[in-house]
């Protein structure tokens, strides 16, 4: 049986796009009749997703997946590294939690993932007809070219040809495109087949003399312009989105304020919302204001986030703007943080033993070793303030958490009845006595249509603002459509075919 076709799309760095391109590719080879499988050997993440199986991988490929009408593997994204406090970063490999070790170590560590990396790229080969693969960052960055086990060794591995994206929005496409090869050995340039420009706001035309000069300096073709989009919805994997997306807020009378903890992670738990409230993302209390509601996200360092939440004044604020009545979310170790306390005895998370929490529910957390990581289907149980209405309703996502929380059973929030293993039975989340504070360890909890219609709802009547009727929000199926005829239009798809089926020989 024929191995899958390959094709890798590189960039000149971190955020220019690579990950919403692959997206779109797999979507393109979708519709053009491709079984299409995105892959990115290693990612560097806060930002991730647990499957069927009870492994987690990197968000991104995730969302690729779901462009390519495919169920979510491991074997997309076989090494995941999430950044800790201290400089430290947990490792998962192929799904599951292999180690927490610093930078140095992690170096020593990669020559025994390539043996894992391979293997995945193998099944995915062997099952596919072509695999669309993601690099990570750059693959000029010298001090780390000699151990990275995501760009040009993995084209290698994989015999891809590679589309560099260069995103122009930052300034100095042209150079660091043309830098980028310079860098590159004799043998890594005879991969790099094209350049893609990628966020460009203006005219193409204008371009043209710049598009010339870089394929006479080069010798290898411009695929094309992709414009800077907007309306088109999502989610984003670099935190570095957070930036570049303020500059687009709505100004819908509901303010919503999600904590922008250093650790943040899953924070596209919270992109539905945004076709509803304005989301403002926040790092002092300056910014906090008066908000409707304000969200302590996940992170992956709870005690570290909660210590910058104090010396950075947003505790005190938080506290006083409860105490007032603005409603308060935690999720997962937001969740944690509301908590009256957070023990960590064993150190699995941090350096200290534990910590006060911000005292707003009556629960404490103890961190544990063992990871649980599972998809779950729960039912509403409660039935005041933010919840109000809402009990028996049914909602399903998926938990990524270390610690354990518990506390008064009469103020559960969620119970849940199945996992994809079978059926289960145990509670989650609470809530304080008006429900106006609640915390929860599902993820993916607001891209439940019906919850959060009915959340905004109870949140708007607890301010006194006009209901609004549910708006016409596109589904991801037409989402990933929009996207794939807006890169579809950008590109010289018949240049990208015909690279694909040369391969690196063409």
């Not at 990570?136 to 960055?141: F, H, K, M, N, T």
Request: hydrophobic residues 40%.
């Amino acid at each position: 049986m024929a191995l899958a076709k390959t094709l890798m799309i590189q960039g000149t760095s971190s955020s220019a796009g690579k990950s919403v391109l692959v997206a779109a590719l797999c979507r393109i080879l979708k519709q053009d009749g491709w079984r299409v499988v995105p892959f990115k050997a290693q990612n560097m993440a806060l930002n991730s997703f647990v499957t069927e199986e009870g492994g987690e991988m990197g968000r991104a490929q995730v969302v690729q997946a779901e462009a390519a009408g495919i169920k979510p593997s491991v074997d997309m994204n076989p090494v995941l590294l999430k950044p800790e406090a201290d400089s430290r970063c947990q490792v998962i490999v192929q799904g599951k939690v292999a180690a927490t070790i610093s930078a140095d170590s992690y170096y020593r560590f990669t020559p025994s993932l390539l043996e894992v990396v391979e293997s995945s790229l193998q099944r995915l080969r062997a099952a596919y007809e072509v695999v669309v693969i993601e690099g990570a960052g750059s693959p000029a960055e010298i001090n780390l070219k000699e151990r990275e086990i995501a760009n040009m060794r993995v084209a290698k591995l994989a015999r891809a040809p590679v589309l560099l994206v260069g995103d122009i929005d930052k300034g100095g496409v042209f150079a660091s495109l043309v830098g980028t090869l310079e860098l590159l050995t004799e043998e890594e340039r005879a991969y790099i087949k094209g350049f893609i420009i990628n966020k460009f706001r203006g005219e193409p035309k204008l371009l043209q003399p710049a598009l010339e000069f870089l394929e006479q300096r080069t010798s290898k073709p411009v695929l094309g312009v992709v414009p800077y989009f907007r309306g088109i919805s999502i989610a984003q994997e670099d935190s570095v989105y957070l930036d570049e997306r303020r500059e687009g807020q709505s100004s819908n009378d509901l303010d919503i304020v999600v904590i922008r903890l250093p650790h943040i992670s899953n924070y596209d738990d919270f992109d539905p919302l945004e076709e509803e409230a304005r989301v403002r993302y926040v790092t002092s209390p300056r910014e906090l204001g008066s908000p409707h509601l304000i969200i302590l996200p996940g992170t992956k360092s709870t005690i570290s986030d909660l210590g910058y939440l104090r010396r950075s004044g947003l505790a005190d604020e938080v506290l006083r703007l409860a105490e007032a009545g603005t409603p308060i979310i935690g999720i997962c170790g937001g969740y944690q943080m509301l908590g009256r306390s957070i023990l960590d005895t064993g150190r699995v998370e941090s350096s200290k033993e534990g910590d006060l929490g911000l005292g707003l529910l009556d629960v404490v957390t103890s961190f544990a070793a063992e990871k649980s990581t599972r998809q779950v289907k729960a039912k509403v149980l409660a039935d005041q303030g933010l919840l109000k209405g809402m009990k028996g309703q049914v909602v399903v996502g998926y938990e990524i958490h270390m610690g354990q929380t518990s506390g008064a059973e009469d103020a559960v929030c969620f119970q849940v009845l199945e996992t994809p293993q079978g059926a289960v039975e145990y509670y989650d989340g609470t809530t304080n006595t008006l429900g106006t504070v609640l915390g929860t360890y599902m993820h993916g909890l607001f891209h439940n249509f019906g919850f959060r219609q009915a959340l905004l709802a109870n949140l708007r009547q607890h301010w006194g603002l006009p209901q609004r009727r549910a708006g016409d929000v596109a589904g991801r199926e037409t989402q990933y459509d929009r996207l794939a005829a807006l890169v579809r239009d950008s590109l010289d798809m018949a240049a990208v075919y015909r690279i694909l089926e040369e391969g690196i020989d063409g």
